[in-house]
């Protein structure tokens, strides 16, 4: 089956940028997300990126999408102790019909 | 924004039970809905695609005998997880499609534990 993957931990200092990338396999894949899980709670979209985009920001946020190797990156800029959190990548094809999700990564900010 | 709830948002009950899940779109019509469940430390597992007056559409794997679906009108779908084991125990997430093709709104999620 199609997978989506993501590095499970990551740890930064508050004030610092934080990298979440995220690699998939389906060429196929039209749309991809960003979403954030609070503990307890469900997931909050982020932000999302059309496959025929390279880069998307949006305040503190960044999304860089490189096509050719089938890499996403989420770029949280001044990560902040409210961004700790498990984010996860996801895609889905042009009909949305199923979203793949990576297993998530787990964000800590450290004070 | 769209909003999507789950009711109950936690659920204990005995082994052998069953227990209603309900998913509802209260501020927009969703023709199609989805039902996801999270085992710990995992990723979201998309369970099964359920669409209003038809009948769900199972991923592989998944026994449409347990995990019963309806989506009876345009703003709720039910999951109703019978004979319910510890195996069961799970946080469960429903998500509507907005209808806008590229977006989905997620639920709170309800949190599963079977004695």
């Known amino acids: 089956g199609e997978d989506v993957e993501q590095s499970l931990f990551l740890s930064v200092r508050e004030g610092d940028s934080s990298v979440i990338n995220c690699t998939y396999t389906?060429?196929?894949?039209?749309?991809l997300y960003w979403y954030k899980q609070e503990p307890g709670a469900g997931l909050q979209l982020l932000t999302y990126i059309f496959s025929n985009m390279d880069m998307k920001q949006d305040q503190r946020l960044t999304v860089l999408l490189n096509k050719k190797d089938k890499h996403l990156s989420l770029r949280i800029a001044d990560t902040q102790t409210g961004d700790s959190a498990i984010y996860f990548c996801a895609e889905t094809d042009y009909n949305n019909n199923d979203m793949r999700f990576g297993a998530g990564t787990r964000l800590t900010v450290k004070p | 924004g769209a909003v999507v709830s789950q009711h109950p948002s936690w659920v204990i009950c005995k082994s052998g039970t069953s227990v209603k899940i309900e998913c509802r779109s209260l501020d927009f019509q969703a023709t199609t809905m989805f039902w996801y469940r999270q085992f710990p430390k995992q990723s979201l597992m998309l369970m099964a695609t359920?669409?209003?007056?038809?009948?769900?559409?199972?991923e592989q794997g998944v026994e449409k005998d347990k995990f019963l679906i309806n989506h009876a009108s345009l703003t709720l779908s039910t999951l109703t997880v019978t004979s319910a084991h510890p195996e069961d125990s799970s946080f469960y997430i429903c998500s509507a499609d907005s209808g806008r093709g590229y977006e989905q709104f997620f639920g709170p999620g309800t949190r599963l534990t079977v004695l």
């Open positions: 359920s669409n209003e007056g038809s009948k769900a559409t199972y």
């Open positions: 389906d060429s196929s894949s039209t749309y």
